[in-house]
């Protein structure tokens, strides 16, 4: 089965600055610091919104002390 294409080819999402994404979607600051520490990403890391979404859901649905994601 071939796959679903979401993009044309060479073109990519824009990506913004995690900080910005955290106010545009009203996360508050532990979880945006409880993301990070899964995702590993530092401060100022430029993601797209889908990555940035993902990770969001992936730490709130995660088991509570379950580390990395």
Not at 27 to 34: C, F, H, Y
Not at 35 to 43: D, E, T
């Amino acid at each position: 089965m071939a796959k679903k294409r979401t993009t044309w080819p060479g073109r990519q999402e824009p990506k913004s600055d995690i900080q910005v994404l955290a106010d545009t979607h009203h996360v508050p600051a532990w979880e945006l610091a409880g993301v990070m520490r899964a995702s590993r990403w530092a401060a100022g890391k430029h993601v797209t919104e889908d990555e940035f979404i993902s990770a969001l859901e992936m730490f709130r649905q995660r088991r509570q002390g379950a580390g990395r994601i």
